[in-house]
């Protein structure tokens, strides 16, 4: 008679390999460490222990963000331009709405589908920024004044602040501050 090994007591592991995965995958999606945890099930201090501890778990989490890093590095600014693009050109797309009903036999049947086709109007916000940063010479949402000159002062013997009644001196250093 052959013999199987005894059954193990106690709990199923919390650390399996498809936990790590959901990590790694989320780390390498852009996703913070705390997302990343969260969307496994796995606490706080359980993911620090392992990222401390366990060398292989930091060489999975440490390539996970470099592909984050090497998508980010080559691929943000692409996707950032065509997204632009199309808040620029606007866009369209179809809405399909399905209407179901349950049937005699007790299966769901489609009884109405309705495909609405869209259109986003190009975004004014999108326009302006891409305008502005793209030729400020002729596109700009602030205007600079630039002065430059001399001030010359002429100081005549006998005449003095303390001469200029004090209701005098309190308009004059309104008027400076714009009051």
Not at 53 to 62: A, G, H, L, T, W
Not at 95 to 107: H, L, N, S, V
Not at 142 to 159: A, F, V
Request: proline share 4%; hydrophobic share 30%; net charge positive.
């Amino acid at each position: 008679m052959e013999q199987t090994e005894p059954k193990k007591k106690g709990r199923k592991p919390q650390w399996t390999d498809t936990k790590v995965e959901i990590m790694c995958k989320a780390i390498a999606d852009g996703k913070s460490y705390k997302d990343a945890f969260t969307a496994a099930r796995v606490s706080k201090a359980t993911f620090y222990k392992h990222l401390a501890e366990d060398s292989d778990f930091q060489d999975r989490v440490k390539k996970a963000e470099q592909t984050y890093q090497e998508w980010y590095d080559s691929q943000l600014v692409v996707d950032c331009k065509r997204s632009l693009l199309e808040l620029i050109r606007g866009y369209e797309w179809d809405e399909t709405t399905t209407e179901t009903a349950t049937g005699k036999d007790g299966k769901e049947a489609v009884t109405k589908k309705k495909v609405v086709h869209k259109k986003a109007a190009p975004n004014p916000t999108a326009i302006i920024f891409a305008l502005c940063n793209r030729a400020p010479g002729e596109w700009s949402n602030k205007h600079i004044q630039e002065l430059s000159g001399k001030i010359e002062t002429e100081t005549k013997p006998g005449i003095t602040l303390a001469n200029v009644p004090d209701n005098l001196l309190a308009q004059v250093i309104d008027a400076i501050n714009g009051k």
